[in-house]
Every structure is written in structure tokens, then in C-alpha cells.
T-cell receptor, first 108, second 114 residues
Framework: KNEVEQSPQNLTAQEGEFITINCSYSVGISALHWLQQHPGGGIVSLFMLSSGKKKHGRLIATINIQEKHSSLHITASHPRDSAVYICAVRGGSEKLVFGKGTKLTVNP | GAGVSQSPSNKVTEKGKDVELRCDPISGHTALYWYRQSLGQGLEFLIYFQGNSAPDKSGLPSDRFSAERTGGSVSTLTIQRTQQEDSAVYLC????????????FGQGTRLTVV
């Protein structure tokens, strides 16, 4: 079993829909990251969380430390949100452990 | 520079040849990471440098892989006697040190071993 599990693996939505991507992890962590990877490979850091909730524009990330679970929400989704969203956790060492990613496609 | 810079962006090499991949981190970032993303797979940790400390090499898949970081800045990842299974995108990231520090990624080097 991977230390970081994401669901769903693939997600297709219509423009305007509310989207949720989930991440569960099995180890104690110091921080959790949500990353966005566009076609072509570039990775952008969206959020880093150690507790609670963060919001940036249409993106919201939450984390429940007790339940070892985080969610990434996208409100009013747009085709430009189409990308792979990756959850990564930082445990006892500095290295990040990654989920396999969720491929999001938003159709116009 | 403004971001993490990697070169080359693409590299095609023959099986058995050595390759060197370069990473220029963001100025002032003391932490530098190399990751690998094979086709259809998630990101995999390779090696981590932090300041003058001994690097964490626990992710290197074999002794054909090595990395250096000179002067606490530029890093090179060297793969000797490349094999087809080495084909992947190699990503470099840098950050400041601390629990709540953001990692900044380069665009990656796509390595194809033929």
C-alpha cells in the first residue's frame, strides 16, 4: 500500500462544476503539499498545509490531521484547470512522498 | 534567476552512455531535491541536499546514479551506463529549510534512453 493515496485517479467535469480531490496518508507528517502539473510537465506548488484550511482564489485546501486526510477543492471549474493534481507529504525527513496524482479534465 | 532552471530540457542518449543533468536552484535556497517521474508513475525521490550536510541519497535506485552540489548552488545528476528503464522526466526542486516551506520545481529534463 502506498503511503499516499489519492482519489479519484481520473476526473472529468463540466465547466463550472465544483471539484473535490482527496488525499489520504498513512504516516505522521509535518506538512502536506498540493501540486499542479500541466501537460508538458511543469509543476507548480498550490498549497502547503500543516493544519486547517487555506484558500487561494478558486482553490481551497483542507487537512484533517487526526484522520490523515486532505482535500483539494476547485470552485467554478474552468478548462484551464485541466491538469494533474498531486498530493505530497513531508514526514520525518525533508523528502516529499508523492501520491500518483489525479488527472482532471474540465470540458467547456 | 527567477526560478529553478534545469538543462537540458530533453536528452536522447544511447544505452550504455553516461549523461549529466543540471539544476540551477533559486538563489538562497539551501535545500535541493532531485525527483524522477517515469511514464505513468508518480514522482519518486532520488536525493536531497541541504547546505553543507551529507546528502540524503536513500532514493538513488542504483550505484549508476550519483549527484553533486557544488558551492551550495548548482547540482548535477549523473547517470552512468544508462539503461532503458532510466528513461523518465528528472525534476529538480529547491526550497528554504523549515516545516512550512514551499518547494519550487524546475521544468524537468526528459531523458530517453534508446
Amino acid at each position: 500500500k502506498n503511503e499516499v493515496e489519492q482519489s479519484p485517479q481520473n476526473l472529468t467535469a463540466q465547466e463550472g462544476e465544483f471539484i473535490t480531490i482527496n488525499c489520504s496518508y498513512s504516516v505522521g507528517i509535518s506538512a502536506l503539499h498540493w501540486l499542479q502539473q500541466h501537460p508538458g510537465g511543469g509543476i507548480v506548488s498550490l498549497f502547503m498545509l500543516s493544519s486547517g484550511k487555506k484558500k487561494h482564489g478558486r482553490l481551497i485546501a483542507t487537512i484533517n490531521i487526526q484522520e490523515k486526510h486532505s482535500s483539494l477543492h476547485i470552485t467554478a471549474s474552468h478548462p484551464r484547470d485541466s491538469a494533474v493534481y498531486i498530493c505530497a507529504v513531508r514526514g520525518g525527513s525533508e523528502k516529499l512522498v508523492f501520491g500518483k496524482g489525479t488527472k482532471l479534465t474540465v470540458n467547456p | 534567476g527567477a526560478g529553478v532552471s534545469q538543462s537540458p530540457s530533453n536528452k536522447v542518449t544511447e544505452k550504455g552512455k553516461d549523461v549529466e543533468l543540471r539544476c540551477d536552484p533559486i538563489s538562497g535556497h539551501t535545500a535541493l531535491y532531485w525527483y524522477r517521474q517515469s511514464l505513468g508513475q508518480g514522482l519518486e525521490f532520488l536525493i536531497y541536499f541541504q547546505g553543507n550536510s551529507a546528502p540524503d541519497k536513500s532514493g538513488l535506485p542504483s550505484d549508476r546514479f550519483s549527484a553533486e552540489r557544488t558551492g551550495g548552488s548548482v547540482s548535477t545528476l549523473t547517470i552512468q551506463r544508462t539503461q532503458q528503464e532510466d528513461s523518465a522526466v528528472y525534476l529538480c526542486a529547491s526550497s528554504l529549510v523549515g516545516v512550512e516551506t514551499e518547494a519550487f520545481f524546475g521544468q524537468g529534463t526528459r531523458l530517453t534512453v534508446v
